[in-house]
């Protein structure tokens, strides 16, 4: 990786590229440090400390803003809107027949996907802008005006900031997109979650940093450190694991030429789906925790507690991201949404028709029906192989926090999974730079 990235710095065209993905990115950071007015940001902080927590929701969408939400910046959002509206339009295009006719309609099918993305995005943007925004005037009560035309136009003031937070971070990465290395939205999202390692670290550091702390927690953080370090290079080797379908062409002759006959093969890679099920499933269970924000649950059971209260009580406790049955409804739904994505990202059936339309076939296995069922049958086992790995990620943290009473959420499987699968890709691009740049020609 290193020497791909030393070899592109070294072709100014790339240089130029990486620059400027580089100063976005900067650009990127100094707008997470621009506070939104009438908004108490010590109130704020505080009150995150305490609810976005032990690896919540809330927590989540702290670390793909690279903290800002919990500073209350302009780009608080992030492009968390963008992500939504993605995989909602993602999922309609497999389900609505003109979505879908879009999709086949070539490079005017995707930009037309790509706008009524960006609008989706924008609603999603206002939901979620008035939502935080009356999150902190009720449960945080950070919000410095709140009634009268005062309060009106504080109100205006901070729902339009974060919109227009969340909309520029999407032009941002539109632009590193066409100017840039890499897909932009990754890169963003990339910054913002290495932006908080530092972080992190510091908090490891003061567990540490006392006599007490020291013989208390150096060992399970160095052991953490440790499975970090294995969690990296395992998510490396499935993320580069494919299964691959042999497949070989039938021989035919046209006039006194001979075309085909080649062997090749149909790579099926293990995590297909990368971290769109842990997105979904987040999501899904993240419904329970939000009730929290808003209304706190007892802290114990006695005498005097209401019907309503005890079952408010163990119904949170069933839900809280630190219960094993969380992690065990957790890890399923993973499975299950892995298993939805692949089936509608991969249809067994189109790619036998497209094999034999091409002469080819997979060895031993008949054309047509037998050969979908083949595919069908190799796809569900890679999907699972793939579904499990992305689920003992994901639960890692809460099992972690379990054994040792010490939160690495924010350093967590997901967030390993995000930064790992965006360098690979970026270096990937750069390698497929280098190639078309070095490629000897067909005259040599």
């Given at each position: 990786?290193?020497?791909?990235?030393?070899?592109a710095w070294?072709?100014?065209?790339?240089?130029k590229?990486m620059?400027f993905?580089?100063f976005?990115?900067?650009?990127?950071?100094?707008?997470?440090?621009?506070?939104?007015?009438?908004?108490?940001?010590?109130?704020?902080s505080?009150?995150?400390?305490?609810?976005?927590?032990?690896?919540n929701?809330?927590?989540?969408?702290?670390?793909?803003?690279?903290g800002?939400?919990?500073?209350?910046?302009?780009f608080s959002l992030?492009?968390?809107?963008?992500?939504?509206?993605s995989?909602i339009?993602?999922l309609?295009?497999?389900?609505?027949?003109p979505?879908?006719?879009?999709q086949?309609?070539g490079e005017d099918?995707?930009?037309?996907?790509?706008?009524?993305?960006?609008?989706?995005?924008?609603?999603l943007?206002?939901?979620?802008?008035?939502?935080?925004?009356?999150?902190l005037?009720?449960s945080?009560?950070?919000?410095?005006?709140?009634?009268?035309a005062?309060g009106?136009f504080?109100?205006f003031?901070?729902?339009?900031?974060?919109m227009?937070?969340?909309?520029?971070?999407?032009w941002?990465?539109?632009?590193?997109?066409?100017?840039?290395?890499?897909?932009g939205v990754s890169m963003?999202?990339?910054?913002g979650?290495?932006?908080?390692?530092?972080?992190?670290?510091?908090q490891?550091?003061?567990?540490?940093k006392?006599k007490e702390?020291?013989?208390q927690?150096?060992i399970?953080?160095?052991?953490?450190?440790l499975?970090f370090?294995?969690?990296v290079?395992?998510i490396?080797?499935?993320n580069e694991?494919e299964r691959?379908?042999?497949?070989?062409y039938?021989?035919?002759?046209v006039g006194?030429?001979?075309?085909?006959?080649?062997?090749?093969?149909?790579?099926?890679?293990?995590?297909?789906?990368g971290?769109m099920?842990i997105i979904f499933?987040?999501?899904f269970?993240s419904?329970?925790s939000?009730?929290t924000?808003?209304?706190?649950?007892v802290?114990q059971i006695t005498?005097?507690?209401?019907?309503?209260?005890?079952?408010?009580?163990?119904?949170v406790?069933?839900?809280?991201?630190?219960?094993?049955?969380?992690?065990?409804?957790?890890f399923?739904?993973i499975l299950?949404f892995?298993w939805?994505?692949?089936q509608?990202s991969y249809?067994?059936?189109?790619?036998?028709?497209?094999?034999?339309?091409s002469?080819?076939?997979?060895?031993?296995?008949?054309?047509?029906?037998?050969?979908?069922?083949?595919?069908?049958r190799?796809?569900?086992?890679?999907?699972l192989?793939?579904a499990?790995?992305l689920g003992?990620?994901a639960?890692?943290?809460?099992?972690?926090?379990?054994?040792?009473?010490?939160d690495v959420?924010s350093?967590?499987g997901t967030?390993i999974?995000?930064?790992?699968?965006v360098?690979?890709e970026?270096?990937?691009?750069l390698?497929?730079?280098?190639?078309?740049?070095?490629?000897?020609g067909?005259?040599r």
């Amino acid at each position: 990786m290193f020497k791909t990235l030393k070899t592109a710095w070294g072709i100014p065209e790339i240089r130029k590229k990486m620059l400027f993905t580089l100063f976005i990115i900067v650009i990127f950071r100094l707008g997470s440090a621009i506070t939104v007015p009438f908004l108490d940001t010590t109130v704020i902080s505080q009150w995150m400390s305490e609810k976005a927590s032990n690896g919540n929701f809330l927590e989540y969408l702290n670390i793909l803003s690279g903290g800002a939400l919990s500073k209350a910046t302009m780009f608080s959002l992030g492009v968390t809107p963008f992500i939504n509206a993605s995989i909602i339009i993602q999922l309609l295009t497999y389900a609505l027949p003109p979505l879908e006719r879009l999709q086949q309609e070539g490079e005017d099918g995707r930009k037309k996907l790509n706008q009524i993305t960006s609008f989706v995005a924008l609603g999603l943007s206002a939901f979620m802008a008035v939502a935080y925004y009356l999150t902190l005037k009720g449960s945080a009560g950070a919000v410095k005006y709140t009634s009268g035309a005062a309060g009106v136009f504080a109100m205006f003031v901070i729902v339009i900031s974060f919109m227009a937070g969340s909309s520029l971070v999407i032009w941002l990465g539109n632009r590193i997109n066409e100017k840039g290395i890499g897909n932009g939205v990754s890169m963003i999202l990339f910054a913002g979650i290495v932006a908080r390692i530092p972080v992190d670290l510091g908090q490891m550091y003061e567990l540490i940093k006392t006599k007490e702390g020291a013989n208390q927690n150096f060992i399970k953080i160095v052991i953490y450190l440790l499975i970090f370090v294995a969690m990296v290079i395992a998510i490396v080797f499935f993320n580069e694991a494919e299964r691959r379908i042999p497949v070989q062409y039938a021989k035919r002759v046209v006039g006194r030429k001979q075309y085909g006959g080649q062997n090749t093969h149909i790579p099926i890679k293990v995590c297909m789906s990368g971290v769109m099920p842990i997105i979904f499933a987040m999501s899904f269970m993240s419904l329970p925790s939000m009730f929290t924000i808003f209304k706190e649950p007892v802290k114990q059971i006695t005498e005097e507690t209401t019907g309503g209260e005890k079952f408010y009580y163990y119904f949170v406790n069933f839900f809280s991201t630190r219960s094993y049955s969380y992690a065990a409804i957790y890890f399923v739904l993973i499975l299950l949404f892995n298993w939805f994505y692949v089936q509608i990202s991969y249809n067994p059936v189109e790619m036998a028709n497209n094999l034999r339309q091409s002469n080819g076939g997979i060895p031993g296995i008949r054309p047509g029906k037998p050969t979908s069922d083949y595919i069908q049958r190799v796809l569900s086992k890679i999907s699972l192989v793939g579904a499990v790995f992305l689920g003992v990620v994901a639960i890692f943290p809460i099992i972690f926090l379990n054994i040792t009473k010490i939160d690495v959420s924010s350093m967590g499987g997901t967030s390993i999974l995000i930064v790992v699968s965006v360098a690979i890709e970026t270096v990937r691009t750069l390698e497929s730079q280098l190639m078309m740049r070095h490629h000897p020609g067909f005259l040599r």
